[in-house]
């Protein structure tokens, strides 16, 4: 049983393109994250969800938006791909807000040609 | 801006040594740090965190040590095994802000 579990891993695509990654997690948590991982392996928060709310919205451009059905949910949308959109995008989830223990996805791979 | 940063990129030792992964971190404001394992392929795993309350934390196998005078996080893994080969983040957050950010990564590889 997968506790945040992502799709798809890998994800190749042409610059311009619109596409989203899915994210689960079957923990009963409240809080929910989009992590950026460049090349570099450098992490970077991108956007938090608390019961369907967002909380943190970093600096990420508006072609991003995150998506939350449901509490145990949150799907990324990107419009427009970028090749500098290109990265490994990991799906998080905590107990509560604020905490650092952070359950992470196994990540998807975006690719932009 | 603040950030949190790592001494060495890259850290090789031989199996059944001990392991020290360094950690600098510049927000005087942070009070919670975290230690997360990222292997290959794989997403970050928690590790070990310690509060600032405190200098001194083990779990099984691992230690952290923060020393707040110098801004110093360090995490002391014993008798490391090849399964220990992974990239190690160190982590800060401040309870004002509720987002944990990430300092640069510290690969660590293990020698049979």
């Known amino acids: 049983d997968t506790a945040v579990s992502q799709t798809p891993k890998y994800l190749v695509t042409q610059m311009g393109n619109d596409k989203s990654i899915k994210c689960e997690q079957n923990l009963g948590h409240d809080t929910m994250y989009w992590y950026k991982q460049d090349s570099k392996k450098f992490l970077k928060i991108m956007f938090s969800y608390n019961n369907k709310e967002l909380i943190i919205n970093e600096t990420v451009p508006n072609r991003f938006s995150p998506k939350s059905p449901d509490k145990a949910h949150l799907n990324l949308h990107i419009n427009s791909l970028e090749l500098g959109d290109s990265a490994v995008y990991f799906c998080?989830?905590?107990?509560?807000w604020g905490t650092g223990e952070l359950f992470f996805g196994e990540g998807s791979r975006l690719t932009v040609l | 801006g603040e950030s949190v940063g790592l001494h060495l990129p890259t850290l090789s030792v031989q199996e059944g040594d001990n392991s020290i992964i360094n950690c600098a971190y510049s927000n005087s404001a942070s009070d919670y740090f975290i230690w997360y394992k990222q292997e290959s392929g794989k997403g970050p795993q928690f590790i070990i965190d310690i509060r600032s309350n405190m200098d001194k934390r083990q779990g099984q196998r691992v230690t952290v040590l923060l020393n707040k005078t110098v801004k110093h996080l360090s995490l002391q893994i014993a008798a490391t095994q090849p399964g220990d080969s992974a990239v190690y983040f160190c982590a800060e957050e401040s309870g004002s802000q509720g987002n944990l950010i990430f300092g640069k990564g510290t690969k660590l590889s293990v020698k049979p």
């Open positions: 998080a989830s905590s107990q509560v």
